[in-house]
């Protein structure tokens, strides 16, 4: 194998007949790189004695073409796997072809996902090859023909005869797919999307994803030891898609080569497609549902149907392009008063119809509140003692109502809530309702009901006191007054004090006190009935 020597350079201060020297060997061939390296020791040798600088050299193997020859050779029998179409038959494989016609590049051995090159001419004599990625091989040595996406896409392609699409229409293996990315959290858009996490996370009874179950959208995945390494929502009927993630770079752009292998086509939305309708809560006018986020972009709004959802465009129908695991869907009304139609949660009953609240509070002036039927109302109202007290009635409900008129309150009293009692007050005798019974008594001498603290006839009444002798806690003997009490209420001219004990029945009231004390000062007794009296 023959070789050569490349004359590097030579000090400043080398004399010029060694240059001539070195230039003539650099000229030669040599059998072997031993007599290259015997030819730079003599030159040392002449330099050294004479302070001559010694010139630099490097060995090199003069390289023949019995290397190409080879490489060529293994490519022809089969020794080599050659490249996929998908390189060679392009242009830009083509147009530069000086880029890679010493390379003699082809599918490694041990692994055909990546590429095994001759690096250089000297590489190729020693007969060593250096394998790359796809990726990596197209951007050393093509990225002035490719852009970046391109060659992601080309370097996805070798991954195509490894990794198998699957699909499915199942509500189990949208939930399985999506749940199963929560595990792989890798720089690309998978570990990124927001529904990539368990259902946990989303606090549903099952994965927001479940909901693409309906039977017009499946999923579409592909697995790398049993690791979710890219996934798309699918509609194999119309062989569309919207958006493919993938926990790279890569294992995106292979999502979009299997598909497009498969006949799909990429598309803005899913407009028509069905979507499972699954109740996870519901308040007030509002009812939450089931939901994923939507990729589509103009439909990115749901037609409420009985048993799903429709994806439209119709921006009359539900907005849901932000839902990420549940989407509330509110009831909508027509203003009675606009013809506007507006959320159910953001109106007011006036008279039985829905008003939005900016129509209300345009006429709020001209409005009142039915206590009765608990909604706004343009009628006149009238204030009536009602269930809890004093309430406002629109005159449609007043007409129907049974009333009394009550003194106390001043105004009408509905006799479904309350009865009417005859009181007797300074005033004469009025009409109140049972709902101010706690401000009158009823005498059980006369039976009859008393305004609270009206004494009538308290002097004309007498009072005939008998005495008798009573037991103290010591064991003495105490003389005390018994009364006899004519009057419903009495003032008992007594004097001193002592102990008062009522609630004898038949008004018959025990006074005790100290007789030495009885001639001065006042007991004011409030008489109370012994049974109270229901109404």
Not at 197 to 221: C, E, K, Q, S, V
Not at 457 to 474: A, F, L, N, Y
């Amino acid at each position: 194998m023959p070789f050569n020597l490349i004359y590097l350079s030579g000090d400043k201060d080398t004399d010029d007949t060694v240059k001539t020297h070195c230039e003539w060997l650099a000229s030669r061939e040599y059998v072997d790189a031993k007599q290259a390296e015997n030819e730079i020791t003599t030159v040392k040798n002449y330099c050294e004695p004479r302070n001559i600088p010694a010139p630099r050299f490097r060995i090199k193997k003069i390289v023949t073409a019995a290397w190409e020859e080879r490489e060529a050779k293994r490519l022809e029998d089969g020794t080599y796997k050659p490249l996929p179409d998908f390189i060679t038959n392009t242009y830009w494989w083509r147009e530069n072809k000086s880029e890679h016609s010493k390379h003699f590049a082809h599918l490694a051995d041990k692994d055909d996902t990546k590429i095994a090159f001759t690096e250089s001419p000297e590489k190729g004599e020693a007969d060593i090859q250096l394998v790359l990625s796809p990726t990596v091989y197209l951007s050393r040595y093509f990225s002035h023909a490719l852009t970046q996406r391109d060659i992601r896409d080309i370097g996805a392609l070798f991954l195509t005869g490894t990794l198998e699409l699957k699909m499915s229409f199942s509500s189990d293996d949208f939930e399985r797919i999506y749940e199963g990315a929560d595990r792989v959290c890798g720089d690309g858009s998978s570990g990124t999307s927001c529904m990539r996490y368990n259902r946990a996370y989303f606090d549903t009874p099952r994965h927001p994803a479940y909901a693409y179950g309906a039977g017009d959208l499946a999923i579409a995945w592909v697995e790398n030891e049993d690791t979710i390494c890219g996934r798309a929502v699918i509609w194999p009927e119309k062989k569309t898609y919207v958006r493919v993630y993938g926990v790279n770079a890569k294992y995106q752009s292979l999502m979009h080569t299997l598909l497009k292998r498969e006949g799909y086509s990429h598309v803005n939305d899913f407009e028509g497609a069905r979507l499972l309708k699954i109740k996870v809560g519901e308040e007030n006018n509002s009812t939450c549902y089931l939901m994923p986020y939507l990729d589509n972009r103009p439909s990115r709004y749901l037609l409420e149907q009985d048993e799903h959802f429709v994806m439209t465009t119709d921006r009359d129908n539900i907005y849901a392009a932000t839902a990420a695991g549940g989407i509330w869907v509110f009831k909508y009304v027509t203003c009675a008063k606009t013809g506007v139609r507006v959320r159910a949660d953001n109106t007011r009953q006036v008279d039985g119809e829905a008003w939005s609240e900016s129509a209300y509070q345009a006429n709020a002036s001209r409005i009142d509140y039915c206590d009765y039927t608990r909604e706004y109302t343009q009628q006149p109202v009238e204030y009536v003692l009602g269930q809890h007290g004093r309430m406002r009635v629109k005159q449609s409900i007043f007409a129907t109502l049974k009333t009394f008129h009550c003194n106390e309150f001043g105004g009408p009293v509905d006799t479904a809530h309350h009865k009417p009692l005859e009181v007797n007050t300074p005033q004469g005798v009025q009409t109140w309702a049972s709902y101010y019974r706690s401000q009158c008594r009823k005498s059980t001498i006369d039976g009859k009901f008393y305004a609270k603290g009206y004494y009538p006839d308290r002097e004309s009444k007498e009072v005939t006191p008998s005495i008798q002798e009573v037991t103290t806690p010591t064991g003495g003997r105490t003389p005390s007054f018994r009364y006899r009490l004519e009057t419903p209420y009495a003032e008992l001219p007594t004097r001193g004090g002592g102990a008062i004990n009522l609630g004898d029945a038949n008004w018959q009231q025990t006074i005790s006190i100290r007789i030495d004390n009885l001639s001065r000062d006042y007991i004011q007794g409030y008489m109370r009935r012994n049974e109270e009296v229901g109404f």
